[in-house]
Every structure is written in structure tokens, then in C-alpha cells.
């Protein structure tokens, strides 16, 4: 089974309004974090926001805020007043909790494609 | 502020030639991970690497990877014999502990022909 689902292969959005991208999860540990990362073409991963599962609040980070549902298991990511610089390959993932204490590797989702049009 | 930095950024290389992809972590990080992207594809976790040993790794990080910390401040991944499916983008990370964030490098793209 898919532990990340992001169900939108590719968006657009006009300059300055706010968009919105899917990530669904999947996890029985009670124990996990939840990512985004930004890919523009130039390759490079660029970290943006994280959730811990027990944080209370959403996390944000300036333009960037998270959506977090924990009874539906989502993590979406909301983009405010979207800027040209935004089209870029978004990457929803999560890092499990281990036995132990402890958190491992990365599990990424498909991506999504952000288009930004003027 | 620190990054991870990896070199080269990219390499071109024959088929069936060993490859070292070098990988310069946060100096006062603890943790330390190989994800490699195909093209157009997900980001795939290869191996991580904590107190001087593997501590996990994927079903892709067979008998012709390996990793190696040989001076206290590179981490490097040895690809034996390179295949062309091994063309891919690798991404170097490092974290501080094992429940905080990564910070990636801006990658080696491998190209095998």
C-alpha cells in the first residue's frame, strides 16, 4: 500500500492566489512527521514546512501553511498569494517513528506539479 | 547557514565503471542518508548511516552499493559496477539526530551510457 498519495500529478494557479496541495498518508505508528519539500527545475530539494503528529497546531511557515487533518490522515499544503517562483515539483513526505524512540528514513510521495501562470 | 554539499554535481560514466559520489554533511550532524530520483520519478531512500555503520537500508541498495565515512567529515557512496538504470539524480542528506529535519545537497546527477 501507498504510505504517501498525492493524488495531483499537476496544478496551476494564477499569480497571487492561493492554492492548495493534496497529500494523503498512511501509518499505524502514533509517532511520525510529515514534510514538504519543494524541487524547482533546477533539481535542488528545498525544505519547507513539517508537522509532528502530536503538534497541535498547523504548522506555517510564512507563505506556506499545513493543513493537518490526523483522523483523515492528511497533510495538505496550502500556498498563499502564489508567486512565479512557485512552479516547481512539490513533494509531500513522511519519516515514521521507530522502536526505540527515534525517527528513520523519508517516505516520499509521487510529487505534484505546480504551475504558476501571470 | 550550513548546507550539505555534493560533488560532482554532475557525472557521466560507461557502463560497468565504479563511481564515487562524495557528499560533505553538516559538520555537526549525526545522521546521514542516500535517496536517489530517476527521472521524472519519486525520491527514493537507498541507505542511512549513523555512528559509523548502516543502519538501514532499501531493497535497491544491493551488493554493488556502499557507503563510507572516511574521514570524519565526507560520506561517500561507491556504486561497484554501474548499470544504466543506475541514471539517476542521487541526493546526499544529514540531520542532526534521528527525529529532527534533513537538510538535502543540491544532488549528483549520474549518467550512465
Known amino acids: 500500500a501507498q504510505k504517501i498519495t498525492q493524488t495531483q500529478p499537476g496544478m496551476f494557479v494564477q499569480e497571487k492566489e492561493a492554492v492548495t496541495l493534496d497529500c494523503t498518508y498512511d501509518t499505524s505508528d502514533p509517532s511520525y512527521g510529515l514534510f514538504w519539500y519543494k524541487q524547482p527545475s533546477s533539481g535542488e530539494m528545498i525544505f519547507l514546512i513539517y508537522?509532528?503528529?502530536?503538534?497541535?497546531q498547523n504548522a506555517t511557515e510564512g507563505r506556506y501553511s499545513l493543513n493537518f487533518q490526523k483522523a483523515r490522515k492528511s497533510a495538505n499544503l496550502v500556498i498563499s498569494a502564489s508567486q512565479l517562483g512557485d512552479s516547481a515539483m512539490y513533494f509531500c513526505?513522511?519519516?515514521?517513528?521507530?522502536?526505540?524512540?527515534?525517527?528513520?528514513?523519508?517516505?516520499f510521495g509521487a510529487g505534484t506539479r505546480l504551475a504558476v501562470h501571470p | 547557514e550550513p548546507e550539505v554539499t555534493q560533488t560532482p554535481s554532475h557525472q557521466v560514466t560507461q557502463m560497468g565503471q565504479e563511481v564515487i559520489l562524495r557528499c560533505v554533511p553538516i559538520?555537526?550532524?549525526?545522521?546521514f542518508y542516500w535517496y536517489r530520483q530517476i527521472l521524472g520519478q519519486k525520491v527514493e531512500f537507498l541507505v542511512s548511516f549513523y555512528n559509523n555503520e548502516i543502519s538501514e537500508k532499501s531493497e535497491i541498495f544491493d551488493d554493488q552499493f556502499s557507503v563510507e565515512r572516511p574521514d570524519g567529515s565526507n560520506f561517500t557512496l561507491k556504486i561497484r559496477s554501474t548499470k544504466l538504470e543506475d541514471s539517476a539524480m542521487y541526493f546526499c542528506a544529514s540531520s542532526p539526530s534521528a527525529n529532527y529535519g534533513y537538510t538535502f545537497g543540491s544532488g549528483t546527477r549520474l549518467t550512465v551510457v
Open positions: 513526505a513522511m519519516r515514521e517513528g521507530q522502536k526505540g524512540g527515534g525517527y528513520n528514513k523519508l517516505i
Open positions: 559538520s555537526n550532524h549525526l545522521y
Open positions: 508537522q509532528g503528529s502530536y503538534d497541535q
